[in-house]
């Protein structure tokens, strides 16, 4: 229980289902004095939101956020950030047809263990809606990081067996949001989102990964041995919806090369000490060597599918899940904005942390 | 700062340096009333600890643990377990060579940048010596659970490219301790040996992956939205020193599945609903389904090799690395053992924070 | 920073400046399937509220709460209820004269130099209108100890110098409610009532005690070293605005007495360990013994007066503070339901910590 | 469970029973590059230990600490520091004749029935020698906090009725350590130890308060709403053994007065902003105003008498304790250093949380 919060001094916690009154959230611990560029933290969440594309679910959120405190004339006041966003468009009617039902690799079967009840409504809880809390969050993370020079770039790098190859210093992020799968290789791109309508004519959906690169890191962000840079910033991408994997730097490809050419060597460059290359994907130990992070997050396909399924409901009865519905063939193009705003929440927090280093 | 706590109910505490006294920790939240066996644990440590064959460390490192605290009678009595485990065979004399230097993929940088001064002594807090702490509480964890029926396995799944294709319910885990690598595919358990081996004596490291898996899992363990299973179970194995890496169920390759592929139908089975297949990974939702729990680890190779690098000192000047001292030409084998340990710390937190859910 | 959450399993966090938006909050780790009764949440509410009677301050606040998740049908899901109070009356011109001013005793001063910003209107986070959302919670918490027959009922004991000195098993709390001073001792509540009457037509404020018993206390409660019972208790009543002080069980009074007075004898009384007296406090190391709970919170003279005020503004120049708004001559009547909500809240997050000390 | 953890970011977690191995802890966050005197700990550890005069018991313990990480060549190094005491005058047979007793006002009985197992050598973890461990923090907690300026100074305040009256600002803490009672009004301080020693003669004990006095506070320590600088502060002396009430300021007599009396007026002194009198202890809004923080803490008088008293067993039997052993006659002698640990533990821990308000 009580698993709704994350950070340790930039600290967000959240609420809010589907198809409940609003979903939302309290940042606590946001620095102060701060000028937040409103315009900005919506265009973020315009970046998630439903509807957005002909490659997205053609659902309708408007997903416009009601900041209630904390902010004064403008600025952040320190005091803790309370926000939310109506929940609008919500057709509850669709789903009284899955009252009782499990569906497959949904959350429904799980929460009603658990819980022992649930809001069965557009996956209540469980829903990926939920992730609009985390950007609003994020935005705000992510101006506070820009006034320091970071910057945070996800992009799709594969949808199903189609992956960018480009290396990361080869990435353009100014062509990420020319298209609306959100890959910079825009060759790769145009393949994605050709094969992501042909997956969607045929009711089904197909996974992918996001990458996300951060550079200008600050020295010295990570905690070790238990919050290292690396295993927070991972449970932070894994706590995603549909998130099955990730890894960092030279990640599972690492694996098989040897010590000799793992290695990132110090070089001495315009008398600052960097790495040669960079497996080690700007942390080594837990601490960011302030070379870029870079790192990948696997997305399981969406297990809504326009495709009829047997299942199980509550009752332990046999029964049938009709496809239909509104939902995405694949989450990556909306799930950019959320990997970036997970990654500026933990930079941040680490930002903080590491200032009780000293006294 | 503060980072050497892991979980919220059953709480490990670490401290401790390679060179220094002792490492040792403390485990709060422990069960009351728990029998221990003191050799289970003893066996767990012997796993972990370098010397063991050889194709690990030449290190000679007695690993015996003490409780201090938290044990009445073989019993546990609810309150804080000390524990310490004497640093013996520590050679300090082998890193005065080192002191001002960088070693190439190591934390030296990263430590002396943060903190500002460094126990350089065989890595100091760095060092993955670290890990005997986990392995003592993790040992703990696993006898409460066994108690359950819970049992954890890890085992290594591959070396470099040598890897087990065996799928996850074909491994038989009464092979894993029959050879010095822990890889239960016994044919390609000598393949990875032999070629440890070879890498070993041309001096240099490989890297591999440690998978694992949890059965009798108990369903409804896992706590959304930021703390679910699998988000704190991958920041758990992405805390261990050289991981780079994590992945659940159907993990990287899942991407490339379509819905209709990689759904788990549900039903029903000698009156249990499960699923027929687990590319979930025994987690739905954030929330374990009662299937097994399988994940893989992906370690880089050692930083440490026999071979001479060229690097930078502290104060900037470029130095020569020499390729001395005992290390692992290979970490998975010795890795295993900590891999469950910090499976069996989550699980065992989870099954306690769900107590929670009801009153 | 980030010190806006109370709890550690059912975990409360808050939000909301005193002329902002609207306060609220999020309780996460509410147990799932309660079924609420939301006209008891907002009798509570109304016990809190401004303008209740004529020894408290004429603001109206109407004090609506709005639940906007984690409720379904009517009962608790499990995850996390997220709420807010819109603030209504809020004449936000009231306080122009005062955005620069250091009121005396305020924390105008303490703010501005901690935030180098503050949003003055009313106090803005430090008004005690954020209490609030304490009692929401409280609320929530109190109907699920009613559950278990845990009843919590908070008094004035003392307004400036006249005290009830009936000791706590004669307090007879259905006199509670029947005077708009909540002291149960109704003799010692006229003079209460009209001490207040005098004081506010002097243009002053006077401090008071609140006192509190809670019984039907399970026995086991509180985590000892640091979490004990009557630690975190009291952290939460010193977290309220304008106390000074907490004492538990025989408290100040009793380091005046002999340990072979003091001493709590158990006896047996039918079939059931008990003891004769009870100068603990219903507390022993730190843990609940099933005994009655009671404890005094010292609440100080409002610090906003009638009368004028010297003072010093943010530019370091010397101003009169005039003595004009509404407000409270007295506190502690309103106090009083903050105070049981306090207590409900630290007892039941007691209750589920608990659960975790067997498997 | 889990509750032996105190602080944020400067973190302590103790494990240790009285008659176990050993006593000790770990303290995680401790700011790098501190250069520590470990004669000035040793020296704190000497004012609390047992058997310092004929005012205390006479146990001996050695109270030798051991440190066994975290600091390198004499200075912290950022990473966590643990260590520990070992238990040696045990004398564990003392404690046979009560094993299965409940003692009064002892935690005998609530351990008992919380863990269902207890360790019942010399009270186990119930007993105040775990408050050695704090002693420890609390001593390089105070060394960092001296070198801003900061100093923390405790002293015996009340013995039964007899009390110094002197104010705040008269008191000379030069003097205190210069009787063996602790309190820095030398008049009284021969009054409190004739008197401790005839209560002691007749086989009794009796309570007292110890009041502490911060000097030289930085401005804008503590984190509202929850965290409110007296809310830590009062948690952690409630924490201490034998605590049963804090005041802060002018605390329960505090409440006797009117708002224009107890108001501290803001003036300016030398350029600074200050109050002129301090009604606030220093604390204003639960933030520090760099006014003395000032507070008093109750203690109990000590539950083990030298006179037989009649209690119940574990089994429901009557029995007789008898009194004998070796114990305080009065604890708040030993209890300064402890009050003071606690102090300096949280105001350094706020001191770094502060650090997180700007970026």
Do not use: W
């Not at 197909?206 to 449970?235: R, S, T, Y």
């Amino acid at each position: 229980m009580a698993g709704n919060t994350f950070g340790t001094l930039f600290k967000l916690t959240t609420f809010g289902e589907s198809h409940g009154e609003a979903v939302g959230g309290i940042i606590d611990g946001c620095p102060a004095g701060i000028e937040l560029d409103f315009n900005e933290i919506q265009k973020e969440l315009d970046r998630r939101k439903p509807g957005q594309s002909k490659i997205t679910t053609q659902r309708k959120e408007s997903d416009i956020v009601q900041f209630l405190s904390g902010i004064f004339e403008g600025k952040t006041t320190g005091t803790p950030i309370g926000f939310s966003i109506l929940n609008k468009d919500q057709k509850s009617k669709d789903y009284n047809h899955i009252k009782d039902a499990f569906r497959p690799s949904h959350a429904d079967f799980t929460y009603q263990n658990k819980y022992g009840i649930r809001d069965y409504k557009g996956g209540g809880r469980s829903s990926a809606r939920e992730t609009v809390s985390r950007v609003v969050a994020g935005a705000i993370a992510k101006q506070i990081l820009a006034k320091m020079g970071v910057t945070i770039n996800g992009y799709v790098k594969a949808v199903g067996e189609i992956q960018t190859n480009l290396p990361i210093e080869s990435l353009d992020f100014s062509n990420t949001e020319k298209t609306i799968i959100r890959c910079p290789d825009l060759k790769k791109a145009q393949e994605m989102i050709d094969y992501i309508d042909s997956i969607r004519k045929s009711g089904d959906t197909i996974g992918g990964i996001v990458g996300c690169v951060i550079k200008n890191m600050p020295i010295g962000l990570g905690e070790p041995v238990f919050d290292k840079l690396n295993a927070v910033l991972g449970g932070a991408m894994l706590s995603i919806n549909a998130v099955k994997g990730f890894e960092l730097g030279s990640g599972f490809e690492g694996t098989k090369l040897r010590g000799s050419q793992h290695n990132d060597l110090f070089e001495k460059t315009n008398n600052k000490i960097r790495t040669r290359q960079n497996n080690s994907g700007g942390v080594q130990g837990g601490i960011s060597n302030g070379e870029p992070v870079y790192f990948n997050v696997a997305f399981k396909p969406v297990a809504t599918i326009m495709q009829d399924q047997k299942s199980i409901d509550k009752n332990g009865n046999l029964i049938d899940i009709k496809g239909k519905g509104r939902h995405d063939p694949c989450v990556v193009p909306r799930a950019v904005p959320i990997v970036e705003a997970m990654a500026a929440i933990t930079i941040l927090d680490f930002y903080l942390r590491n200032k009780a280093i000293t006294i």
